[in-house]
């Protein structure tokens, strides 16, 4: 088996453009993936097209670690997100073509299922003002859709510190979502990487009575060193990783003890096998894996797919429920949240297919999303 040819397939949203791609090979079974990036949708585009015609074409698609040794090798420069990205989306694809070819769901071909379901978490769905009130009651329609956990990022656009006005609106945030809540539902806080190391302390500080699971990128992630300096000083679990890349990277941030749950992103990072390396390396330091995606349905898929057989998985971020109702009308057999979690998937490869005739219907969209900005939480993105 050979693949004969890969095609790009772009789903217009309101903050976002997902790119899926299609897989082709000579035998007809087709793989599909993702290389979904906000704001780097262009780039993606153009390395996918230069990695095909380098790598891809004429490959076997059973090939996987040779494939993608060499889109990540032999064009020198390597890594980066945009780069990544397109290696993970047709690594996923490929999984999907062998799961096809063997009759098999992709999670068996890696292991086997290592649990009965898998918990999500929700997210995206804050797209308000920030008022407590406000937050408050979307929090309780996201308990009505069955989940026990959540994430928000109650700090606006600030930035290293916060104005004393502006950290006392954050924290009544999550406040108003905890009573809103009850003690039993997990929350989740979102730094987006905004603070300053003493600044993030001060906010564990003030946040800690709200018994959150995890503070998520409380630092910018390029200083690990600060990083694992806020750990030590804090009594909330640190979460970091959607912005690492690869094994290569996270060996650096295990080395330093800078966190306790890693959230790489499995259409960013590398792809399954990546992943499953990366988890390997989290196991080794007891660390758990909580799979960052802020993505579109064909991550979503690939994520459980990799939470069934990975032993040190916590839960899976998903944003699909509260994304347009078109995102998972685009992509038929994607997995549904149901009462807190996923089902196992039982169809060969990623189970899942693409409905191009909808995606045609809603094409690209020209636009920025930018989270320095007020008012970005409602996630509308700026056309350019």
């Known amino acids: 088996m050979k693949i004969k040819d890969v095609k790009p397939f772009v789903l217009g949203t309101s903050w976002r453009n997902i790119i899926f791609i299609k897989v082709y090979t000579d035998e007809g079974i087709t793989g599909i993936g993702e290389a979904t990036i906000q704001n780097r949708e262009e780039g993606v585009l153009g390395f996918l097209d230069g990695a095909v015609r380098r790598h891809v074409i004429g490959s076997d698609p059973f090939n996987i670690e040779d494939l993608w040794l060499r889109m990540y090798r032999n064009d020198f420069w390597r890594g980066g997100v945009i780069a990544t990205t397109v290696m993970s989306a047709v690594e996923i694809a490929c999984w999907d073509i062998v799961g096809k070819t063997v009759g098999q769901p992709v999670y068996k071909l890696l292991g086997g299922r290592c649990r009965e379901k898998i918990k999500a978490y929700a997210n995206g769905w804050y797209k308000a003002e920030r008022t407590p009130e406000q937050f408050a009651e979307l929090a309780k329609t996201v308990i009505a859709r069955g989940y026990r956990a959540l994430k928000v990022d109650p700090f606006g656009d600030g930035s290293y510190e916060l104005e004393r006005a502006e950290k006392l609106r954050s924290i009544a945030l999550v406040e108003a ?142 944003f699909d429920d509260f994304s347009e109702p078109w995102v998972k009308e685009a992509v038929p057999g994607v997995p549904e949240v149901k009462d807190g979690y996923f089902d196992l998937p039982d169809r060969p490869g990623l189970g899942i297919e693409l409905n191009e005739d909808l995606i045609n219907e809603h094409p690209y969209r020209p636009g920025f999303m930018n989270i320095w900005e007020k008012g970005w939480q409602k996630r509308e993105s700026h056309k350019t």
């Open 177 to 318: 979502i905890r009573d809103a809540v009850g003690p039993d539902v997990d929350i989740y806080i979102e730094g987006h990487g905004r603070f300053s190391p003493a600044t993030a302390i001060d906010l564990a500080i003030d946040l800690e009575k709200f018994k959150p699971g995890w503070f998520e990128e409380p630092i910018p992630p390029e200083d690990m060193l600060s990083l694992a300096y806020v750990r030590s000083k804090i009594n909330i679990p640190v979460a970091t990783g959607e912005r690492y890349f690869t094994h290569y990277e996270f060996s650096k941030l295990f080395e330093m003890r800078a966190a306790d749950i890693i959230q790489p992103d499995i259409i960013h990072a590398g792809g399954l096998l990546e992943l499953k390396k990366i988890a390997a390396m989290a196991d080794a330091h007891f660390t758990v894996m909580a799979p960052h995606n802020s993505n579109g349905p064909v991550c979503t898929a690939a994520s459980v797919h990799f939470a069934a057989c990975t032993t040190n998985f916590k839960i899976q971020e998903c």
